[in-house]
């Protein structure tokens, strides 16, 4: 290294505070960090007790604690690489490092003004208070030059342990009445190296703290499993209500081993909690959480999505040969690193198996399910082998509906039975001119029925749909202003999905900075314009983002522009209370983007907007899907029109 350079590199003070001071933004996470140091300290139990009445938080191990050395340049050294100092393994119990880029311990000041260390190393005491109004005065100015920080001795006469590390945390900034209620939850959630079989145990207002008190084991229908016998066998002793188990490969192409599981659950619901939303599959190295939800890093949108939880344990992620891929976030890994492109299309591999079996499963269950009516069941029975592989579908599909009482789940089961019925009606005209007169009447009979009559209604809002497909045709046919689609989408958002959930939350031509005008934005952010947005019952948040027909446009040029939006949206949410929304984007566009036309362009089109969970369709491929779809039912009921020409001659 050049030592006569007439050139300095110096960094201030003022990045720790981007870098520490404002890492995190929840006590669960902020406190992480301590137990994780814990964890580097070979302690064998970490407790953390809430005082509510002090207004404190107290984070007391028992590992190795810190002389005087230790604690000027290490534990004060901001950056200190602990990893190249003293290895990657810890030196008695060869427990693999957590701590990598020396920054975790500023994240106390997240939630705490002062912070008080009490340690003991080999019967040596020390104590300190560190002060955040102290560290931001000691942050260099724009004139000025870097000054050491200096914290408070304290008084070690009170100190009553013989090795091991307390820290206080005070003048806390974060209201503790929900945290001591969740924290045994949300510290479970983030560590995979918590009891007796690890030799690392953890307790909350002395309480400990185990990986049942995940509190989601119990949850889960069916399970996907990845691993080694020991561990898999761990996670199905948790999982007791599982009605399914799949053993899975757990090496990567490259060769990453994996071990984790992932679950989906009977209801959507379930995985909605007061301040989180379980819909993610976490990823965690060297256990403890390296990313947030790699399930929001895969393109696929289906259905089955939004009842999927899991944890994958990897690793390789964090290789002590290789480049660190923690974000500065420290919830997040660097999505563009081969290790996490590995790891992520490993994942978008078995989700493609899970979407499958996830489907043929819930078919099963739904036959189960309506077989409970015995009626039903009889029913079913009488069908021959290819109407019962029809029936098997209707049945799965309902039992996948959003509908979590079982009473009407089951009178949705015996109303389908009827609708059934009247699909299979013209295939059985033959053999109903056979049937003599008495069972010719009662058979007549069973239409005259309010099933009858609501399938017939089915049937005039099916014609009532395929009429607004054909304005939207007629719109973009005549290369209609983008205003004009706008709206007619807006009013008929069923369009976008056959599956479409009623919105809770619809925004037509939407300004950010106006609806969202209690929330710090920048000037850009503010000034984003949203086609339109709606909220799904399931609690995600859809962005469309729509294009003149005859506008064409490129992958990148859309992505920037979503991109700005979705990241104005998140913001705004974030700082509404929602602490991890889920937004989902559907750009619809007139003409097929411009770099399509290259070799597997629309494939790669994918992959770029995937890590963003948006996806492109144009107006003639959504107007196909749905006239398809409702065009298939319409010629399925050409023989049954009795009650639907009854219900269409009332019309005016």
Request: with cysteine; charged share 30%.
């Amino acid at each position: 290294m050049e030592t006569n350079s007439p050139y300095k590199m110096s960094v201030s003070l003022n990045v720790v505070t981007h870098l520490g001071l404002n890492l995190y933004s929840n006590i669960p996470a902020v406190l992480s960090e301590a137990v994780a140091n814990a964890w580097d300290a070979e302690a064998s139990k970490v407790t953390v007790d809430i005082d509510k009445a002090a207004g404190a938080v107290v984070v007391h191990d028992d590992g190795s604690g810190m002389d005087l050395g230790d604690i000027n340049d290490k534990y004060l050294t901001v950056g200190y690489r602990r990893r190249d100092d003293t290895g990657t393994l810890t030196p008695n119990l060869g427990r693999p490092v957590m701590g990598r880029k020396g920054i975790g311990k500023l994240s106390l000041f997240s939630i705490a003004r002062t912070v008080e260390i009490y340690t003991v190393k080999d019967n040596h005491k020390h104590a300190f208070r560190m002060s955040l109004d102290d560290i931001k005065a000691a942050i260099t100015d724009e004139a000025g030059s870097d000054s050491p920080y200096r914290p408070s001795p304290l008084d070690t006469t009170d100190i009553d342990f013989a090795h091991g590390t307390k820290i206080v945390l005070r003048d806390l900034k974060k209201n503790l009445n929900q945290a001591e209620f969740a924290l045994k939850k949300r510290l479970a959630r983030r560590f995979s190296v918590i009891g007796p079989e690890f030799g690392f145990e953890l307790e909350v207002n002395g309480q400990p703290v185990s990986v049942s008190d995940r509190a989601y084991f119990h949850k889960l229908q069916y399970i996907w499993l990845y691993g080694d016998e020991s561990y898999t066998e761990r996670v199905r002793s948790l999982a007791i209500n599982a009605e399914q188990v799949e053993i899975r490969p757990s090496v990567t192409e490259k060769g990453g081993k994996v071990f984790g599981w992932i679950g989906t659950v009977h209801s959507s619901d379930q995985l909605r909690e007061q301040g989180e939303n379980l819909n993610k599959v976490v990823v965690l190295a060297r256990g403890r959480l390296a990313h947030e939800d790699i399930l929001e890093n895969i393109s696929d949108s289906s259905f089955y999505r939004q009842y999927v939880i899991g944890e994958f344990n990897a690793d390789f992620l964090d290789s002590d040969t290789e480049e660190d891929i923690t974000t500065s976030s420290r919830q997040r890994l660097d999505e563009d690193d081969p290790r996490f492109i590995d790891l992520r299309e490993f994942f978008e591999g078995e989700m493609g198996n899970v979407k499958k079996a996830w489907g043929d499963w819930r078919d099963t269950k739904g036959v189960q399910v309506a077989a409970e009516n015995t009626a039903i069941d009889e029913w079913f029975k009488s069908l021959g082998l290819e109407s019962q592989k029809r029936a098997r579908k209707l049945f799965g599909t309902i039992n996948s509906l959003a509908i979590d009482d079982p009473g009407k789940k089951k009178e949705l089961f015996a109303h389908s039975v009827m609708a059934f019925e009247s699909l299979r009606y013209k295939d059985n005209l033959q053999a109903l001119e056979e049937m003599t007169r008495p069972a010719l009447e009662g058979f007549i009979s069973v239409f005259n029925t309010v099933d009858e009559i609501e399938s017939a209604l089915y049937h005039r809002i099916v014609n009532q749909r395929l009429e607004v497909i054909e304005k939207m045709q007629a719109e973009t046919d005549a290369d209609s202003k983008e205003k004009i689609l706008q709206e007619l989408l807006f009013q008929h958002l069923w369009l976008l999905d056959p599956s479409w959930e009623r919105a809770t939350d619809a925004h037509l031509e939407e300004r950010i900075g106006k609806t969202f005008d209690d929330v710090a934005l920048t000037d850009e952010e503010k000034k984003s314009r949203i086609d339109i947005r709606y909220k799904r019952l399931s609690g995600a948040h859809v962005i469309i983002e729509l294009k003149r027909y005859s506008v064409v446009t490129d992958t990148y040029t859309l992505a920037r522009q979503v991109r700005k939006y979705r990241d104005a949206l998140r913001r705004a949410l974030k700082d509404r209370g929602e602490a991890n929304p889920h937004i989902e984007i559907v750009c619809i566009v007139g003409k097929s983007l411009s770099d399509w036309a290259q070799e597997d362009g629309r494939a790669e089109s994918a992959q770029t907007l995937g890590p963003i969970n948006a996806r492109v369709m144009t107006y003639d491929e959504l107007l196909d899907n749905a006239r398809g779809l409702y065009s298939e039912y319409l010629r399925g009921r050409e023989g049954l029109d009795r009650v639907r020409k009854v219900i269409e001659s009332l019309e005016p």
